[in-house]
């Protein structure tokens, strides 16, 4: 590959960690750094090992120290896909290093790109998909609560929801974009869905340059196929994002052009949407445009913009032209090896492109986040009961009647039965279909003059001799307000 000479100003090289992966991860991470090189990108690479290899030697997440040594002491990497492996009880590597890094943001640009064909050509979509990476029912935590029930946490925390709207805002004022799109299910679970709703309302009064709007998550589906244009950054909770984001790669031509990059206060991790396409590994035949384009954002969080710019330009042009693309994007179905492709581009570095939307890209003012244990006090707060859950295959009338009778003599009042979330005792809201999977509703006769747990243990007790119960929640109001959910 030959590549232009270049006439930049010699900088420091910044050390990036460059994680190839597996699949076709390799291919496309050598096809990104020859096209930054050519351009006189000032990066200096750092390979590390990731994935399928680390697995094979028996680490069990995915990554060695040694490569985790070196995103710590680097703070920005590039990464390939790296395979899930199943049936080892061995995690995602992806997620491993997520977690390691709290990169708690995922930022995935969707835009339209020039000789991309979609059902959505012309219609100009540029817009951000800010997506919460490492909280909700991500975190894993679940139980078999019967051998016939499941449950899985949402886990959502008002710093972790702070964290994303700023770094949402952040993208914006970094991109000279003008509003904000809060995503949420607030309508329904109002507690976790609508604290991200709460906290962006707040959050984005801080920004007053930035118009903010809420939808909820379903209608932005929906809007994002109808009229996508409206969008310029939304944040969403992590499985709405993790959903959505993909939706709306889809629109500008699919996973192998969506770029995406994971950002937290340690570390900053670029990667491909995509996976490590197995189908087509060691042929010579992958896109690298996602990654490259990852690269971008990577050299912009470096600073690095007119190499970014200059590269944009040159692939816009080369997608244009729609001559020496590789087979999942070529126009006329013959696709060129990989390397082919990287020439092209390569030929195209210094010429401009008129679709590339300009943007005054400038450094993102992200606020770091002191590595302190995250504590929100309340200026009250009362015990008024407990939810109780419990198994049993008897119906909900036959059960209140042993819950009563538990109860008896207890500090509590059996007030309400619920089955998946529907009332199911004193009164029954519709036709409810019945599993052995009950909520037990225990109020307090009176406030506990201590904290409680001698209440609740005692109530505990009592059931326990007629039913298994799994696991209970408190009842709880902070600063006078239900901290719970309605049945
Ligand atoms: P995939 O993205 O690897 O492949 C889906 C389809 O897109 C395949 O037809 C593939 O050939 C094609 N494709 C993907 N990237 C391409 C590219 N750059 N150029 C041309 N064609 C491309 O998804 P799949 O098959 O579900 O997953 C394969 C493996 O990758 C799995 O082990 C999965 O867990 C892993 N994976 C890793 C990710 C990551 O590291 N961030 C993300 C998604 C999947």
């Known amino acids: 590959m030959d590549s232009l000479p270049v006439a930049l100003p010699t900088r420091t090289k910044v050390k990036v960690?460059?994680?190839?992966?597996?699949?076709?991860?390799p291919e496309?991470?050598?096809?990104?750094?020859?096209?930054?090189?050519?351009?006189?990108a000032q990066v200096e690479w750092e390979e590390a090992l990731a994935g399928a290899e680390a697995f094979r030697r028996g680490i069990s997440?995915?990554?060695?120290?040694?490569?985790?040594?070196?995103?710590?002491?680097?703070?920005?990497?590039?990464?390939?896909?790296l395979e899930t492996p199943v049936g080892h009880g061995e995690k995602s590597a992806n997620v491993a290093l997520r977690k390691t890094f709290e990169m708690y943001g995922n930022v995935r640009p969707v835009r339209e790109l020039p000789g991309i064909r979609t059902p959505f050509s012309g219609r100009g979509i540029d817009f951000v998909v800010v997506r919460e990476n490492v909280e909700d029912v991500y975190a894993g935590i679940e139980h078999m609560q019967t051998p016939g029930v499941a449950q899985?946490?949402?886990?959502?925390?008002?710093?972790?929801?702070?964290?994303?709207?700023?770094?949402?805002?952040?993208?914006?004022?970094?991109?000279?974009?003008?509003?904000?799109?809060?995503?949420t299910k607030a309508n329904i679970m109002k507690l976790t869905e609508g604290m991200l709703k709460r906290v962006g309302e707040a959050v984005l009064k801080d920004h007053p340059s930035l118009a903010h709007e809420h939808m909820i998550v379903d209608?932005?589906?929906?809007?994002?196929?109808?009229?996508?244009?409206?969008f310029d950054v939304t944040v969403m909770t992590n499985m709405n994002g993790d959903i959505l984001s993909d939706l709306a790669a889809g629109l500008v031509g699919g996973l192998g052009v969506a770029p995406s990059a994971n950002l937290g206060d340690e570390a900053a991790m670029f990667e491909a949407v995509h996976g490590s396409a197995p189908q087509i590994a060691g042929k010579g035949i992958a896109n690298p445009t996602a990654l490259l384009l990852s690269a971008l954002m990577m050299l912009r969080h470096i600073g690095d913009f007119a190499t970014a710019r200059r590269i944009e330009h040159a692939l816009y042009v080369t997608l244009e032209e729609g001559r020496d693309l590789t087979g999942d994007i070529a126009r006329d179905g013959e696709g060129v090896p990989t390397a082919q492709y990287v020439d092209r581009i390569i030929a195209n570095l210094g010429r401009e492109s008129e679709k590339v939307p300009e943007r005054e890209y400038r450094p993102m003012a992200l606020k770091r986040w002191p590595q302190i244990t995250w504590y929100r006090a309340a200026s009250t707060r009362e015990l008024v009961g407990v939810d109780v859950f419990v198994e049993s295959e008897r119906d909900p009338r036959a059960i209140s009647i042993t819950l009563q009778a538990a109860a008896e003599g207890s500090a509590f009042d059996l007030t309400m039965i619920g089955s998946r979330g529907a009332q199911v005792w004193p009164e029954v809201g519709g036709h409810t279909f019945l599993v052995d999977h009950f909520r037990a509703r225990f109020m307090f006769k009176e406030p506990p003059k201590g904290n409680g747990i001698a209440?609740?243990?005692?109530?505990?007790?009592?059931?326990?001799?007629?039913?298994?119960?799994?696991?209970?929640?408190?009842?709880?109001?902070?600063?006078?307000?239900d901290a719970y959910s309605k049945a």
């Open 455 to 481: 209440e609740i243990t005692d109530l505990l007790q009592r059931i326990g001799r007629q039913h298994n119960w799994m696991h209970i929640e408190k009842l709880q109001r902070f600063d006078g307000a």
């Open 61 to 81: 997440t995915g990554a060695p120290q040694e490569t985790l040594d070196s995103i710590a002491r680097n703070g920005v990497a590039l990464k390939g896909p």
């Open 152 to 183: 899985c946490l949402k886990i959502i925390t008002e710093v972790g929801c702070e964290r994303i709207v700023r770094l949402a805002a952040a993208v914006a004022e970094a991109e000279g974009r003008k509003k904000v799109t809060v995503a």
């Open 28 to 40: 496309v991470m050598k096809a990104t750094q020859t096209v930054l090189a050519a351009a006189g």
């Open 17 to 25: 960690t460059a994680m190839p992966g597996d699949g076709i991860g």
């Open 219 to 230: 209608n932005c589906a929906h809007q994002m196929v109808i009229r996508p244009e409206q």
